[in-house]
Nanobody
Framework: VQLQASGGGLVQAGGSLRLSCAVSGRTVSNYYIYWFRQAPGKEREVVSHISRSATIEYYADSVKGRFTISRDNAKNTVYLQMNSLKPEDTAVYYC?????????????WGQGTQVTVSS
């Protein structure tokens, strides 16, 4: 399976962006899809994930109420809608896929897309 993340950019605080994670090689519903981010000098952190059934979503406390994860099965793509962006959301965002929820191993990673939020 291959993942391609896109949609990052430069936005002012309070603005919105929508990130896309296009999945190829396998059907997206076979995977738990995660969004991570890593800011300079900080550890990578989980931002959100969506279950294989797309019925369960997780959000980090720092983005809860502002970010929404969704999936389009027809496009084999997972989205991360980011609203009310803050400067502290600035990071490289990555998507990743795994088939076993309890596993620490991810089967594929996207290349990352830069999100920069100016104050």
């Amino acid at each position: 399976v291959q993942l391609q993340a896109s949609g990052g950019g430069l936005v002012q605080a309070g603005g919105s962006l929508r990130l896309s994670c296009a999945v190829s090689g396998r059907t997206v519903s076979n995977y738990y899809i995660y969004w991570f981010r890593q800011a300079p000098g900080k550890e990578r952190e989980v931002v959100s994930h969506i279950s294989r059934s797309a019925t369960i979503e997780y959000y980090a406390d720092s983005v809860k109420g502002r970010f929404t994860i969704s999936r389009d099965n027809a496009k084999n793509t997972v989205y991360l809608q980011m609203n009310s962006l803050k400067p502290e959301d600035t990071a490289v965002y990555y998507c990743a896929a795994k088939t076993v929820l309890t596993s620490s191993q991810y089967e594929s990673w996207g290349q990352g897309t830069q999100v920069t939020v100016s104050s």
